[in-house]
């Protein structure tokens, strides 16, 4: 009696194993915790970089995809076709893949046609629910819900951990704020000739290091008049264990709000050194962010700039040169805002060595982001 109990049990438990787990089910997973960012796909729309690789045996697809499906394929070759059903932030997608191994597990990342529009102007998380079908495995069509938390525009992801426990830093994606192309740059730049330090902007045309470090300059003192400040918003609310991000302004949001932090600074002030033809990089510490700028063509010398110190100083406390009852400190504006960027490019040059070789080396943590090489492979996401 207890031998055949035993046998009962056995089989029940094998039809319910099978229930739960067909052959031929579809089994949807994602690399990033459940994570879509909106960054990591604007920014490698146009190129064929992939941040995320795959680390499935076999797999096919487009592995930007933010989620895959895994198959068993049938006992002879097939064609499976997938449909993605449309959502707020993608039309509705159909691809085909061929599973040419007899039952072999195959590892599916679908073509996604994002609603780009939508994905720049995501300023909340949000839920996200896929439907996915999948013909031709069998007789029946296989239907899933996948449901996901869209993230910010503003969260940039700077590390992940993949499926076989490897973290990867992604701080490369920083270069995707570096905006060069925002059509708000021309007014900076305006008001920039308008104080007179210098008559245009022209990169390295001149060969005179000096000249460089005066259009610099120049850009400096302006957000100073502008009196950007120093605000400390970084912290993103996403949870996970295995991905990380921190939140960025855009070019816009910095220009609006006259607010930056660390990164934000220098994602902007980037901004506005590629636009004159001026090649900034992007450094890195595991808890700091500044930017340093090449002072010639040849990239043989660079020199660092602490953008936080932007906002030290209100320039209207001084004398403006036209409203003599502004005198409070017996300086300049343009005396005080000279004195504040040498002593940025000290303190930045100063950081730097602290940390020199941590950084030649890549220490985990520590990355220099040159966005003039990197945008061969991270475009801005033109806000």
Same mark, same amino acid.
């Given at each position: 009696?207890?031998?055949?109990?035993?046998?009962?049990?056995?089989?029940?438990?094998?039809?319910?194993?099978?229930?739960?787990?067909?052959?031929? *089910?579809?089994?949807?997973?994602?690399?990033?915790?459940?994570?879509?960012?909106?960054?990591?796909?604007?920014?490698?729309?146009?190129?064929?970089?992939?941040?995320?690789?795959?680390?499935?045996?076999?797999?096919?697809?487009?592995?930007?995809?933010?989620?895959?499906? %895994?198959?068993?394929?049938?006992?002879?070759?097939?064609?499976?076709?997938?449909?993605?059903?449309?959502?707020?932030?993608?039309?509705?997608?159909?691809?085909?893949?061929?599973?040419?191994?007899?039952?072999?597990?195959?590892?599916?990342?679908?073509?996604?046609?994002?609603?780009?529009?939508?994905?720049?102007?995501?300023?909340?998380?949000?839920?996200?629910?896929?439907?996915?079908?999948?013909?031709?495995?069998?007789?029946?069509?296989?239907?899933?819900?996948?449901?996901?938390?869209?993230?910010?525009?503003?969260?940039?992801?700077?590390?992940?951990?993949?499926?076989?426990?490897?973290?990867?830093? %992604?701080?490369?994606?920083?270069?995707?704020?570096?905006?060069?192309?925002?059509?708000?740059?021309?007014?900076?730049?305006?008001? +920039?000739?308008?104080?007179?330090?210098?008559?245009?902007?022209?990169?390295?045309?001149?060969?005179?290091?000096? $000249?460089?470090?005066?259009?610099?300059?120049?850009?400096?003192?302006?957000?100073?008049?502008?009196?950007?400040?120093?605000?400390?918003?970084?912290?993103?609310? !996403?949870?996970?264990?295995? $991905? &990380?991000?921190?939140?960025?302004?855009?070019?816009?949001?910095?220009?609006?709000?006259?607010?930056?932090?660390?990164?934000?600074?220098?994602?902007?002030? +980037?901004? !506005?050194?590629?636009?004159?033809?001026?090649?900034?990089?992007?450094?890195? &510490?595991? %808890?700091?962010?500044?930017?340093?700028?090449?002072?010639?063509?040849?990239?043989?010398?660079?020199?660092?700039?602490?953008?936080?110190?932007?906002?030290?100083?209100?320039?209207?406390?001084?004398?403006?040169?036209?409203?003599?009852?502004?005198?409070?400190?017996?300086?300049?504006?343009?005396?005080?805002?000279?004195?504040?960027? *040498?002593? +940025?490019?000290?303190?930045?040059?100063?950081?730097?060595?602290?940390?020199?070789?941590?950084?030649?080396?890549? *220490?985990?943590?520590?990355?220099?982001?040159?966005?003039?090489?990197?945008?061969?492979?991270?475009?801005?996401?033109?806000?």
């Amino acid at each position: 009696m207890a031998a055949i109990l035993a046998v009962i049990v056995i089989i029940a438990g094998y039809v319910t194993y099978r229930g739960l787990n067909p052959e031929n *089910d579809v089994v949807v997973s994602d690399n990033l915790d459940n994570n879509i960012l909106p960054s990591l796909i604007l920014s490698t729309a146009t190129t064929d970089t992939v941040i995320v690789a795959p680390v499935d045996s076999l797999w096919a697809g487009n592995p930007k995809a933010p989620f895959n499906f %895994t198959v068993v394929s049938p006992k002879i070759p097939a064609t499976i076709k997938v449909t993605v059903g449309e959502t707020d932030f993608s039309y509705e997608s159909v691809s085909e893949y061929q599973l040419t191994k007899q039952n072999t597990s195959y590892t599916i990342y679908p073509e996604i046609n994002w609603k780009y529009d939508r994905l720049k102007r995501n300023a909340q998380p949000t839920p996200i629910s896929f439907s996915l079908t999948v013909e031709n495995l069998d007789k029946e069509s296989r239907e899933k819900i996948y449901t996901m938390s869209m993230r910010t525009i503003n969260e940039c992801m700077t590390s992940y951990i993949d499926k076989k426990g490897r973290r990867h830093d %992604t701080s490369i994606l920083f270069a995707a704020y570096v905006n060069e192309d925002s059509p708000l740059i021309d007014r900076i730049l305006r008001e +920039a000739l308008d104080t007179r330090i210098v008559n245009r902007f022209w990169g390295y045309q001149s060969k005179n290091k000096e $000249v460089v470090r005066n259009q610099v300059y120049a850009i400096w003192h302006v957000l100073q008049q502008r009196n950007f400040k120093y605000s400390s918003i970084s912290n993103s609310s !996403l949870s996970s264990s295995k $991905v &990380t991000a921190q939140k960025v302004r855009t070019f816009e949001d910095a220009f609006q709000n006259s607010q930056i932090n660390c990164v934000d600074g220098s994602v902007m002030f +980037a901004s !506005l050194l590629k636009a004159i033809n001026i090649d900034p990089v992007l450094v890195k &510490t595991p %808890t700091h962010m500044f930017i340093g700028y090449y002072l010639d063509k040849r990239h043989r010398e660079i020199e660092y700039l602490e953008t936080s110190m932007v906002g030290d100083v209100n320039l209207s406390d001084y004398f403006n040169g036209e409203d003599p009852d502004s005198v409070m400190q017996g300086k300049s504006q343009r005396e005080v805002s000279r004195m504040t960027f *040498d002593r +940025a490019r000290q303190y930045a040059a100063g950081i730097y060595e602290r940390h020199r070789l941590q950084l030649e080396n890549g *220490d985990k943590g520590y990355a220099i982001i040159d966005v003039t090489s990197i945008r061969k492979v991270i475009q801005p996401i033109g806000i």
